[in-house]
């Protein structure tokens, strides 16, 4: 079958047209209290994954030390309730975080926990004079090397894209046991 202009503009205007009915999705989500709940499990979930894989790594008990400040943070942490501990959480796992080598195995996963912390960090009503910043994300050498990948028509929120996202790496450096 050939597609004429006369046809491939009816498709076109069909396809624009439920792309304008749909633009809530494809134009991303705000992270809401409850997104960021959400996100935040998610890298809960992925350092989990990691510390699953990183079997007697000299980091690894620091890194559980710290997820297990996150993991009390959370649970703890209302909407409008006092974020200051999930920030110092966050901010002591990307200090760990700091500390693996851009070389193991599983570096690409650690450059996304990190892009996932940025996000999280960057939605989080925190006033500078209130928190003590353990490691800063600019000097953190997995700062920037992986962008998270927005909600799309299949991913619809941000814990879905980077679950899709985590898993994709996952299966791109061989480790299908860290996949989410």
Known sequence: MTLTRRD???YAG??????????SVL?????????????????????ENI?????????????????AALQSAEQNWTAGGAVTLIDDALN???????????TAVYSPLIDLIVSGIEAVLAVLPISA????????????????RVMLNKPNL????PQGSYKAQWNSI????????AEL
Do not use: Y
């Not at 200090?95 to 851009?102: D, E, G, M, Y």
């Open 154 to 157: 299949w991913h619809e929120t």
């Open 27 to 47: 134009t991303g989500c705000i992270l809401t209290p409850t997104n960021v709940k959400a996100l935040i499990n998610m890298l809960i979930s992925s350092i």
């Open 129 to 144: 004079s209130v928190t003590r910043l353990r490691g800063s994300l600019s000097n953190n050498p997995h700062h920037g």
């Open 8 to 10: 491939f503009g009816k």
């Open 51 to 67: 510390l699953k894989v990183a079997t007697n790594a000299p980091w690894a008990t620091d890194l559980a030390a710290a997820l």
């Open 14 to 23: 069909k396809f624009l047209l439920l792309m304008g009915a749909s633009g």
């Open 170 to 177: 996952c299966r791109q450096i061989g480790l299908s046991q």
């Open 92 to 102: 002591t796992i990307t200090a760990v975080l700091a500390v693996i080598p851009l």
